[in-house]
């Protein structure tokens, strides 16, 4: 239900993304700069590039990289699990300052052929994972498979099983389900201890799978699902549950990608992001829980420190509405195929949202 007395502005805290790709090369030159611009500070950047981020250098690298077009930004850093990633290479990268190890099992998504086929050869990462207080990040879904009855439908629920597997066997490794898409997904977390968090993204508040049947630029890994498995994450969300928060999943293909024979898995949310989460809280009812999806649940999960009044803050304004452009240029390709640029479509390409945020 939509929310009686709404303010014409909000002052909030600037917003934490715990779940984003920013890619390299000419897209990462794109999005990165558009962080800021979407009202988030502090993001969690996935280590799924060709090649993966498979050790501690190549994190470093990288966050260097994103630093130089980003310099505002508090970046997170992840590895990619991989036989490689050993007890002693945990420990490096932990004493280095990297936060989190991503898992992706084989083929499920983007740049996972890389990914794991049997949890159980890395219990020994997990320990040492445990031990030095690092995250794991799952990407939450078994891949497909025929014979078995599983398909893009039923493969998060299906791997809820090994959630409470891994949680039993490291109940002192904090782990998030990133990007729940299922009514399952959200009762499993909910039912697990503390140190089980989940992220949830802006387009799966929004779309079901009637959206992106059809519809590439809608079409992401998780796909969404039914209305009652949205109807599940929004009412999580609009309780406030402090163990559910912003991951937003933005992952930017270019326009051929997205609208080839097959389209690449991904919705682009950066640029307009707390706008997009601002216009949805409002529509159901629940911009007192704003704060706390985006900014404070998760990085108490973090074990970040809470914004202070030195760290700054963000408006947004429901008088100015803010019109999603219909595509993005990306950047260093002007003179590509037929001298036509690349360019990157936003969710909600066109449309017009609710709220913006105020700019100086």
């Not at 601002?278 to 998760?298: D, H, M, Q, V």
């Amino acid at each position: 239900m939509a929310q009686e007395n709404v303010p014409d502005s909000i002052t909030l805290p600037w917003a934490s993304d715990f779940h984003c790709h920013l890619r390299q090369g000419a897209m990462m030159e794109t999005v990165t700069p558009m962080v800021e611009q979407g009202g988030v500070k502090t993001v969690l950047a996935m280590p799924n590039l060709t090649p993966p981020l498979t050790t501690t250098q190549m994190a470093i690298d990288y966050g260097k990289q994103l630093q130089l077009l980003a310099p505002n930004i508090h970046f997170i850093l992840t590895l990619y699990l991989n036989p490689a990633l050993t007890a002693e290479e945990i420990k490096r990268a932990a004493e280095a300052g990297i936060t989190a190890v991503k898992v992706y099992p084989s083929g499920v998504t983007t740049n996972s052929d890389w990914g794991v086929l049997d949890f159980k050869l890395y219990y020994s990462t997990f320990e040492a994972m445990q031990s030095h207080n690092m995250i794991l990040c799952l990407h939450g879904e078994c891949p497909s498979d025929a014979e078995k009855g599983i398909c893009i439908l039923n493969a998060e629920e299906r791997f809820l099983d090994t959630l409470r597997e891994l949680h039993k066997s490291f109940p002192r490794l904090r782990i998030v389900l990133e990007h729940a898409t299922t009514k399952a997904a959200v009762d499993c977390v909910k039912s697990l201890g503390d140190t089980v968090g989940c992220t949830i993204t802006a387009h799966h508040l929004f779309i079901t799978v009637d959206d992106w049947a059809g519809q590439p630029h809608h079409f992401c890994k998780p796909v969404a699902k039914f209305p009652s498995d949205r109807d599940a994450l929004r009412e999580i969300v609009t309780s406030g549950h402090p163990r559910f928060f912003l991951g937003s999943d933005s992952a930017p293909h270019p326009r051929s990608a997205k609208q080839g024979e097959r389209p690449a898995a991904g919705v682009f949310t950066t640029p307009v992001l707390i706008p997009l989460v601002a216009t949805l809280f409002e529509r159901l009812g629940c911009l007192e829980k704003l704060e706390g999806f985006i900014s404070t649940n998760g990085r108490n999960f973090y074990q970040l420190p809470l914004p202070t009044a030195a760290d700054g803050t963000i408006t947004l304004l429901r008088s100015t509405k803010l019109k999603v452009p219909s595509a993005y240029t990306v950047k260093g390709t002007d003179n590509g195929a037929n001298n036509v640029p690349d360019t990157v479509v936003p969710f909600m390409a066109g449309s017009e949202l609710a709220w913006s945020i105020k700019t100086d």
